[in-house]
């Protein structure tokens, strides 16, 4: 079966501009997550969706954000943009639910900001 | 806070030597264990799971890991590596039953020469 799809795989903003990253999860997964991958900081939680619901939230400023539709497809956004929101971004699909499972991740969206 | 802590930066080995990475989670509650391996250009696979039960517990690749609980401890072993598993190793933790947050720890590379 297919697997997590982020598009886009890259993109370069300028600073202070704003930018969507979209997640499809695997088919039947429930929830996705967002993460962010940087050489300094590693792989840190940005949030969770569950259900059209954000269920658990990282330790990010508000301009980050997301959402989730009901196909379970979800979005991450981040406004006024700053250099040092240059990083990988990860998308994992879970099944959900109230028994942990195993997340499966995404190639990720390489934002570099400029 | 919860964090995760893998001890070691940037292991190199020859083959055919013997891997172990060491982790250690500051979570005191139940918990569900991960290693998370990133080979060049890919996404993040899950190498091995510890819900429960066994403490020993096997992965792909020939890889597996001890849940050592009094230690706080999930060690990645492996007898014998090869060339091809030369990549970046990540231990992760999910410190509560409900959601999929994983606290990852900052990352093992593994270099392995023929």
């Known amino acids: 079966k297919a697997g997590v799809t982020q598009t886009p795989r890259y993109l370069i903003k300028t600073r202070g501009q704003q930018v969507t990253l979209s997640c499809s999860p695997i088919?039947?997964?429930?929830?996705v997550s967002w993460y962010q991958q940087t050489p300094g900081q590693g792989l840190q939680f940005l949030f969770e969706?569950?259900?059209?619901?954000?269920?658990n939230k990282g330790n990010f400023p508000g301009r980050f954000s997301g959402r989730q539709f009901s196909n379970s497809r979800s979005e991450m956004n981040v406004s006024t943009l700053e250099l040092g929101d240059s990083a990988l971004y990860l998308c994992a699909s879970s099944l959900g639910g109230r028994r942990v499972t195993e997340a499966f991740f995404g190639q990720g969206t390489r934002l570099t900001v400029v | 806070a919860q964090s995760v802590s893998q001890h070691n930066h940037h292991v190199i080995l020859s083959e055919a030597a013997s891997l172990e990475l060491g982790c250690n989670y500051s979570y005191g509650g139940t918990v569900n264990l991960f290693w998370y391996v990133q080979y060049p250009g890919q996404h993040l696979q899950l190498l091995l799971k510890y819900f429960s039960g066994d403490p020993l517990v096997k992965g792909i690749k020939g890889f597996e890991a001890e849940f050592i609980k009094s230690k706080f401890s999930f060690n990645l072993r492996k007898p014998s590596v090869q060339w091809s598993d030369t990549a970046e190793y990540f231990c992760a933790v999910i410190p509560n039953q409900a959601g999929t947050a994983l606290i990852f720890g900052k990352g093992t590379t593994l270099s392995v020469s023929s």
């Open positions: 969706y569950f259900s059209e619901t954000q269920r």
């Open positions: 088919s039947g997964h429930r929830s």
